[in-house]
């Protein structure tokens, strides 16, 4: 979602200053779901953080995609401070939950490890889309993504906290 600035600039002819807010509109969000989402995290589980902010990355592609004027897109960047909030509330949260004490370096590691290839990919894929395909193609492609990874997460990715 990082072409989502850029991609507002070409659509709304968004100036710098407008980039700005837009900025500190997904930082806001971030700084104010951020409590929730370690309430949520502490009382029902990492999962469901994981999964929501999934679904609210799912959302807040949609609401790129068919977004009319620049108030649409900053609902947009409200969606994605709620997802970043999540994921950093909780994305190295249920790691920990998965192992034992002792294994929590090995664990760390290994995700970390596992996960650099995406995270250096990510934006070469995203920019290849766009260029490819233009904004709604990638837009199309980001909820297909995280709708798929937030169903995973809720249906398959069993509760940490239940021993099965």
């Not at 250096?120 to 766009?130: C, K, N, Q, R, S």
């Amino acid at each position: 979602m990082p072409f989502t600035s850029i991609y507002g600039i070409e659509r709304f002819q968004i100036d710098g200053a407008g980039v700005g807010l837009l900025t500190a509109v997904l930082v806001g969000s971030a700084a104010v779901v951020n409590v929730l989402w370690g309430i949520v995290g502490d009382r029902r589980g990492h999962k469901t953080v994981l999964a929501c902010a999934a679904f609210a990355l799912a959302l807040a592609a949609l609401v790129a995609w068919v977004s009319a004027s620049q108030i649409w897109l900053a609902v947009t960047f409200v969606l994605l401070g709620v997802y970043r909030a999540g994921d950093g509330v909780s994305s190295l949260n249920i790691i920990l939950e998965f192992c034992a004490p002792e294994d929590r370096p090995t664990y760390i590691g290994l995700t970390n490890t596992l996960l650099a290839p995406v995270l250096t990919l990510a934006p070469l894929l995203g920019g290849w889309l766009a260029m490819t395909f233009g904004y709604n193609g990638l837009f199309a492609t980001a909820l297909t993504c995280a709708t798929l990874g937030g169903c995973l997460m809720a249906f398959w990715v069993r509760e940490p906290r239940v021993k099965s």
